[in-house]
């Protein structure tokens, strides 16, 4: 573990009550490297360093603190100040319905998180949502919706006979304020942040239905290209919060720091399984001793 | 370095941020800076093209030596006697397995092969429905039961349905799994048990998927997935994207995987054999 790693880099420390410029440069070459091998971002390595030194240079070591606990304890309060507060509930207004768009790259987890998403909000913030699929290219993307939604027990627009997301998602509004449905939950097709047609595509969408939340949904596996893929999708489609998937995994999560960094919107879930219950609220301590490893 | 001739204190740091960026991991990243740091020192290297090029080709070596240690299992080289040749596609969740077989089965049928694919994945929503339509586009038969059917039985069943019409290549298809479940890792070894009983030495190529944006748990996920099943090789999807797909040099050069296939995109021919030397000057790019 760093800490360990960490007591054996600064070891000679022993008996010194304050942390010194050469023992901090010994200790951030240990967390640069616990954090590249935990995905973070290079780039956002090196900014956290510069403040972690910052921050560290001078201090007190901790009664009943080793010199490399200190430098953990400082590293970890820097981490979950960085990965922000618990916000996990979504913005809505008076207006019927509110409409959320769940975006990003392919196979992240979008289509299944928009299941969990609005179980979710059924039980803890009492909406009553429409599930729309406008993915209409990727081979039976909306069949995959229509079972989701059958078996959580929500109804799932159908849009058969329309191939365009912006007439589905027309129809679909449409069909909230018939029905009194408050919710429509937009869950679209994966695609790469460098494809321009399909970026055109989201910011049309969100055009059309001005959506009060628009939710990046990225994989906690990612690795360097966190930070290209979030900050694309941050100013070209412009991301109101985060969903980190597949934490039920092993990856360290160093992705969840990277995005959080670039675009300083907030993870608001995690997703920690396949089931539809499988979303938790996003705690950002967990995520820090996670990604420190 | 766009530019630059000669070599200076920032080289080698520019250098190390583009393979540290391309997700290639701090150990093997380090190893190869520390190497040509070396010659640097000792003046045999000093022209920026010259680095470059040396370290293109450490990190071809690493990807060779990966493909030689392990043979070629490959469709195109299939002997007359194994039939039907069993390929079992597996990987964790969204990285492109079912999407890869579609490519696969349309790619090994245009080489001549008649290609069954079966749909061992009885988990996820619609996961049938969804490579019934890549059978029917690449014109092949789709072996499947309803969802919530063990996984195994379906594979006995392609098995025999492949022996009895003769079928020289049956493609597996799996559920995603992360493999740090334990159950769902013994259910993976289960299937290639059910292979190895039905046919001898299947299956013959077990394809590991990884998506390119995957960091450094892609160590783990072909460490666990190698206990459980015969790994032969990789497939590196959605190099498309920005993603370099690194975790795969780091990947040859502890586990001595060879890359097999890439997929650059969603269509049926959005599938290429891999190319040491092009994906090399791609990490550069
Ligand atoms: N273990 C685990 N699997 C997940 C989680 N979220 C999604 N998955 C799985 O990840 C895979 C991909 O999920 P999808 O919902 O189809 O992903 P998507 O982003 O809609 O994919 P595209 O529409 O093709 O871009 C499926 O096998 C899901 O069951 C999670 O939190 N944990
Ligand atoms: N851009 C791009 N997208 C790809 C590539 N390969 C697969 N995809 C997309 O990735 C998403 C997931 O693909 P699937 O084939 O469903 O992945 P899977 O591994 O079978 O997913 P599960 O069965 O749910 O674990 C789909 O949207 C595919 O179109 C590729 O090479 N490039
Ligand atoms: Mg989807
Ligand atoms: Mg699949």
Not at chain 1, 56 to 78: C, F, R, S, T, W
Not at chain 1, 276 to 286: E, I, N
Not at chain 2, 147 to 156: H, N, Y
Not at chain 2, 231 to 257: F, Y
Request: a neutral charge.
């Amino acid at each position: 573990a760093l800490s360990d790693k960490l007591k054996k880099v600064l070891k000679d420390l022993r008996g010194e009550s304050r942390l010194t410029p050469e023992h901090l440069e010994l200790a951030m070459r240990e967390i640069r490297i616990a954090l590249l091998e935990a995905d973070v971002n290079f780039k956002v390595v090196k900014n956290f360093i510069e403040r972690v030194k910052t921050k560290a240079v001078g201090a007190d070591v901790m009664e009943g603190l080793n010199p490399g606990q200190q430098v953990v304890k400082i590293v970890n309060d820097e981490l979950v100040e960085m990965l922000g507060g618990t916000s996990s509930r979504l913005l809505f207004t008076s207006k019927r319905p509110n409409s959320v768009m769940i975006v990003g790259l392919q196979g992240s987890g979008k289509t299944t998180s928009t299941g969990k998403l609005s179980k979710w909000l059924k039980e803890n913030q009492n909406r009553t949502p429409l599930l729309l699929s406008v993915d209409v290219y990727r081979p039976a993307a909306r069949d995959q919706l229509a079972v989701i939604g059958k078996a959580i027990g929500i109804p799932v627009f159908d849009g058969s006979g329309l191939n365009d997301p912006l007439e589905l998602c027309r129809a679909a509004r449409k069909h909230c304020e018939q029905l009194g449905f408050d919710t429509l939950m937009i869950d679209t097709a994966g695609r790469l942040h460098i494809d321009d047609a399909l970026m055109d595509e989201l910011r049309n969408i969100k055009a059309e239905m001005q959506p009060t939340e628009t939710l990046f949904v990225a994989d906690a596996m990612t690795g360097q290209d966190a930070v290209k893929s979030a900050t694309e999708f941050h100013n070209q489609v412009g991301i109101t919060g985060v969903i980190l998937t597949k934490m039920d995994g092993d990856a360290r999560g160093g992705a969840a720091l990277s995005i959080k960094e670039v675009i300083g919107q907030p993870i608001k879930f995690v997703g920690v399984g396949e089931k539809y219950d499988a979303l938790d609220p996003f705690y950002p301590d967990r995520i820090a001793s996670r990604i420190l490893g | 370095f766009k530019g630059k001739k000669q070599i200076d204190a920032d080289t080698l740091d520019q250098l190390e941020e583009i393979l540290i960026g391309a997700d290639i991991g701090v150990q093997t990243t380090m190893t190869i800076i520390e190497d040509v740091r070396k010659q640097v020192d000792r003046q045999t290297l000093k022209e920026v093209d010259e680095l470059k090029h040396v370290i293109k080709q450490h990190l071809i070596d690493i990807l060779e030596k990966a493909t030689r240690s392990r043979g070629i299992a490959s469709e195109t080289a299939i002997p007359d006697d194994v039939q039907p040749y069993v390929m079992m596609v597996v990987g964790v969740n969204g990285v492109g397995k079912t999407t890869t077989i579609g490519k696969l089965a349309q790619r090994i049928k245009a080489e001549g092969n008649s290609v069954v694919i079966c749909a061992a994945d009885t988990f996820r929503a619609a996961a049938a429905d969804q490579l019934a339509i890549w059978a029917e586009r690449a014109d092949v038969p789709l072996i499947q039961q309803k969802q919530g059917t063990d996984p195994a039985a379906v594979l006995f069943d392609s098995l025999k349905a492949a022996k009895s019409r003769n079928a020289d290549v049956l493609i597996v298809d799996t559920a995603g799994r992360l493999h740090n479940k334990q159950n769902l890792m013994a259910e993976l070894e289960k299937m290639k048990r059910v292979a190895q009983k039905e046919v001898p030495q299947a299956p013959h190529e077990v394809l590991l998927v990884v998506d390119a944006v995957t960091g450094q748990n892609g160590l783990s996920q072909a460490r666990e997935f190698m206990k459980a099943a015969p790994v032969t090789g990789l497939v590196l999807t959605k190099l498309d994207g920005t993603a370099k797909g690194g975790i795969a040099v780091a990947i040859a050069k502890e586990l001595n995987l060879p890359i097999r296939y890439c997929g650059v995109g969603e269509k049926a021919e959005d599938l290429i054999v891999f190319d040491p030397q092009a994906y090399v000057d791609g990490l550069f790019e």
